[in-house]
């Protein structure tokens, strides 16, 4: 196909090649100088540009096209510098900017009422959470994370709950199908507490340890207001050379008045968890009637809010596996957990754990 636009190109050798795209560079030089308004730059870019009768469009559709596939790159190489020296003509036609009517199609109205973005905020759980690692972060805790699908060697075994043993029903636990050919240890299950993060860090990191580990925990409860299958824990670990049961008082006295005000107090109860020895539930006087009884506490003043003991040296000894400076013998240890959830109905007043997960607006604008 021909075109009398451009002349046919019929010789590919380079001199052929330099003559046609002279000439051609010399029109369009020729043309750009006597642009002499904003319709003549329209005219040129059309001349030059256009989409279908443009020169440019014809040299590709044609004299590319026709080149021998030898004689592509340097026809490629001419087109390219010609279409940027067209390029540049314009853009010197054009002055300082875009035409008036493009800045007139671009205009924006800003006699318009804008869109208003609601502004984000932490959910009640996050917030509580991040509280509660912050005092610890300022007592010089690191956190640890772990994954929520674990092992029942990592959620169980290694914490001292051996198989079969009682405390192992006391979480009903959500376990994942068709693992009854696995060895027990290396069954999957959906995390109970996040203790298991305890001893893939000590398993990673020699002795002293001071971390918390918030997380998600999954257990097989019915729903009701104050439980729910999947909730929030906090879990703290330290261990060191000489850390005694005054230590771990110490610092969940700091952390609860930290947390709820200084003139909260604390108390500690025997109790029992597979993983710690002694183990300890603590209670903090009521925050709602500051200790002389009301229906929040029972009439008692005061609130039961986390668990927490010595690390038993058995779990010492699982972690003594990987890294044998744990040896039970030369450290020692504490480990406390709370539930987030709790803490956060407490501090906010909300009496149905469901409010939480809910996602309603109402609920959650409150703490925007
Ligand atoms: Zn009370």
Redesign the pocket.
Known sequence: MTNDLIPNLTAFDGDSLDKAFADLDKQAREAAVKIDGPDAIEVFRLEWLGRKQGKLTLVSDQWLKAAPAEAKKAVGQRFKALKELVEKLLEDASGAGPSDAALKAEAVDITLPGSRRLMGAEHPITRTLNEIVSVFASLGYSVGVGPEVETDFYNFESMNFPPGHPARDTQDTLVVANQERRPLRDRLLLRTHTSPVQMRTMELQPPPVRIVIPGKVHRNDAADATHSPIFHQVEGLCVDTSITFSDLKGTLDHAMKALFGSSVKTRFFPSFFPFTEPSADVQIS?I??G????R??K?S?W?ELLGCGMVDPAVFSFAAEKQPDYDPKRISGFAFGMGVERIAMMKYGISEIGQFYAGDMRFLGQFA
């Open positions: 009521c709602f009637c200790g002389k009884g009301c929040k506490c009439h003043g609130i």
